[in-house]
């Protein structure tokens, strides 16, 4: 039997807070808390660092976490594959995902699902900007942010850790900055909407804005200005580690990271189709426990 403090230490990583949590599972907050210290003292160990103004993950608690959300996922899968009344996914599966990570992760993990479940059609739409899920038909959406509709279904992927890069030539011609407040005298690259930059060293989180040197719509295009030398960007670890391992770009300001989840949502449904519960245990078998940006 699944043990339900899993979910509960679910809830609570992915709402923010205990009391949050227990909201959306109708419990009290003081029983969400004594729940969450009995998991912990079951398994020995601290998972989340509580004070009066934050909580935070502890190593084992990252890991821990990773594992449940797993676990959960494929329990769900399982129960919507019954419920369906099927053995393998069949009929229509309508996605949306930000333009470059469907383009870089999303397709490719569509091709293999594809092949593995020939009975299932799909629809892969592109775009930066969010849809509406309750009113665009989309059975899934790759959502990146730190801000989740809390209407919809929630199921954690992957961290998407940011950093501060830059193409060598650039750093020959104007220098590396040594200090955050130095970034305001570099050309700097990012999209509109993207400033200002939201950032973290150690436990204190800052944030830097400034006027980007090009004005763009486009994420992609501000990472190949970055590539090609114009300036610096903040750019997510799974757009730009390919050119940090080989040296067309290098980190600048390293202390400094940006953070916020990718996650797969959906509307809530009691009986989820088969094709899209299928789908997001694909997702999760590619980014969990640790996402392939990362071994690079």
């Known amino acids: 039997m699944l043990d339900p403090d899993y979910e509960l230490f679910a809830h609570i990583v992915q709402e923010g807070s205990i009391s949050a949590a227990a909201r959306a599972m109708r419990l009290s907050q003081a029983m969400a808390s004594k729940r969450l210290a009995r998991l912990e003292a079951r398994l020995g160990s601290q998972l989340i660092r509580r004070s009066t103004r934050r909580m935070a993950l502890t190593a084992t608690g990252a890991q821990f976490h990773a594992d449940v959300v797993a676990i959960l996922s494929a329990v769900r899968a399982a129960e919507a594959r019954v419920l369906a009344g099927i053995g393998e996914p069949t009929g229509s599966l309508r996605i949306a995902a930000p333009t470059s990570f469907g383009r870089l992760y999303v397709a490719p993990i569509l091709a293999d699902f594809l092949t593995t479940y020939p009975k299932v059609t799909a629809e892969l739409e592109l775009s930066d900007d969010y849809s509406d899920l309750f009113k665009s038909g989309f059975d899934i959406a790759i959502r990146i942010t730190n801000l989740l509709d809390r209407r919809l ?144």
Not at 191 to 203: D, V
Request: proline share 7%; glycine share 6%.
């Open 153 to 296: 279904v929630a199921e954690r992927l992957a961290d998407s850790r940011r950093v501060l890069c830059a193409a060598p030539a650039y750093i020959e011609r104007y220098g590396a900055p040594r200090l955050l407040s130095d970034l305001a005298q570099h050309r700097l690259l990012a999209a509109r909407g993207q400033m200002p930059w939201r950032l973290s060293r150690g436990t204190r989180d800052v944030s830097f804005s400034a006027e980007s040197s090009v004005l763009t719509n486009s994420s992609e295009v501000a990472r190949e200005l970055a590539v090609r030398g114009v300036g610096i960007a903040l750019r997510s670890l799974w757009d730009v580690s390919t050119e940090l391992a080989d040296g067309r770009l290098v980190r600048v300001l390293p202390e400094y990271e940006g953070s916020s989840g990718i996650f797969a949502v959906h509307p809530p449904s009691s009986h989820l189709p088969a094709a899209t519960s299928a789908f997001i245990a694909a997702l999760a078998k590619t980014f969990r426990p640790i996402p392939p940006w990362e071994h690079r």
